[in-house]
């Protein structure tokens, strides 16, 4: 049984379909849904104590065995509830994580999950035990609850440790994958976007990979990048990265930080709208607030509105004007190939605003360096000279820097 708490009604179908999606994609199935409306949630049962009753009458009514709130709800208030419908509930946080849970693949993702899992669940504890008996007094007088507790708790707390030690080393091992593709400096752009957008759909018609591209909430856990060749000669490494949703636990963004910051040493974000939805604008500002708050919010940003293959004529004309107020956006179906030569074009300017004009002569000893311009940048002029090799190219910073040390002398350059 689905329970809402959302408090502008303008948002029910989008607040409905999501957890219906996110409920689909954990395996549940809905048999009925009730809302409340909530400035802010009771202390005791989150819920109201009339709609409390009126939550235990429904769910009996159907046959329901689990009630799932909408929101991120205490341990004392989820023991609560369940006290008083008795039935389980689960709140949207432990959905999610159990979403992300059956989808990790990689030995990162299992580690970050279960770090997300266990951080959620400490603050719990306390509401666990609170059933058992406890005696109050000094040392040796401890009940058994209480010790029960005690030791739980060290065994979580120890067990968080391991997991952001192992954490902390794949992260490292990330940053050298990081560190070594900028030996190979191309541009660096991440995928990002609400969940379900289409991004692994893009990914792979960018870079012929086969990433798995479902519809289902969270389909993609594990950041993948792959290279891609441009037009003119230009290329850059590309991210397709994990999907953000409204109020993502911030667990999550806690846990999954050494995958989302992808997202934050990339030179440009291609930021997808699922055009389609008729909530897309909420959607487009819940990615804006995780960026925010991943310190991303003023990167570069190539805004695409995808999976017009899908939009009837009301649609496409609501699509358009707000591509008027976002000038340089980019419309395309990333699943039909539609529109995705501007995209290209769009991506090929930003690819050449990061790049940088060098001129140098490089020595016939540093003749090595003359093929990473043609691997990793744009050659536009090359000469065999007497004191050296000519050259003019687009390069990014860090090649760039590595010419400095050449330049060209007054007399050769008139050459």
Not at 358 to 387: H, M, W
Not at 400 to 415: D, Y
């Amino acid at each position: 049984m689905l329970v809402y708490i959302n408090e502008d009604d303008s948002e029910d179908p989008h607040v409905e379909a999501e957890l219906e999606g996110l409920c689909e994609a954990a395996g549940v199935e809905p048999v009925a849904s009730i809302r409340q409306r909530l400035d802010r949630p009771y202390k005791g049962t989150y819920l109201g104590k009339g709609k409390v009753q009126e939550v235990a009458l429904l769910a009996a009514e159907t046959g329901a065995d689990l009630v799932l709130i909408d929101a991120e709800i205490s341990g004392m208030q989820q023991r609560n509830l369940e006290e008083a419908l008795q039935k389980r509930v689960v709140d949207r946080t432990q959905l999610i994580l159990d979403i992300f849970a059956r989808r990790a693949r990689t030995r990162e993702g299992m580690l970050q999950v279960e770090l997300a899992q266990l951080s959620y669940m400490m603050p719990k504890l306390m509401a666990v035990y609170t059933k058992f008996e406890r005696q109050k007094g000094g040392i040796g007088m401890r009940g058994p609850g209480e010790t029960k507790l005690e030791t739980d708790r060290r065994m979580v707390r120890d067990r968080i440790a391991r997991l952001n030690e192992e954490i902390e080393e794949v992260g490292r091992h990330r940053g050298q994958q990081r560190a070594s593709r900028r030996k190979h400096p191309f541009p660096f752009a991440s995928i990002v976007g609400y969940t379900s957008a289409g991004k692994s759909t893009l990914m792979n018609r960018m870079s012929g990979t086969e990433l798995l591209a479902d519809a289902m909430p969270f389909a993609t856990l594990d950041p993948t990048t792959r290279k891609v060749d441009l037009p003119e000669g230009y290329a850059l490494f590309l991210t397709d990265t994990v999907g953000f949703i409204r109020n993502l636990p911030t667990n999550l963004v806690a846990a999954f930080r050494s995958t989302l910051e992808e997202v934050v040493f990339a030179d440009f974000l291609i930021l997808l709208i699922d055009a389609s939805h008729p909530a897309w604008d909420l959607q487009h500002g819940s990615v804006l607030e995780t960026l925010e708050a991943l310190g991303a919010g003023d990167k570069p940003t190539i805004l695409v509105f995808n999976k017009i293959d899908l939009l009837d004529n009301v649609a496409r004309t609501v699509m358009e004007e707000s591509m008027r107020i976002w000038p340089g956006s980019i419309a395309m179906s990333a699943h039909t190939g539609e529109g995705m030569d501007g995209l290209i074009q769009a991506i090929v300017d930003q690819v050449q605003s990061l790049l940088g004009r060098v001129v140098a002569l490089v020595p016939y000893s540093e003749s090595n360096t003359i093929q990473e311009c043609y691997d990793f940048g744009r050659v536009l002029k090359l000469e065999y000279r007497e004191d050296g090799i000519y050259i003019e190219a687009e390069l990014v910073h860090e090649m760039r820097q590595k010419f400095e040390r050449w330049p060209v002398p007054a007399e050769s350059s008139q050459a």
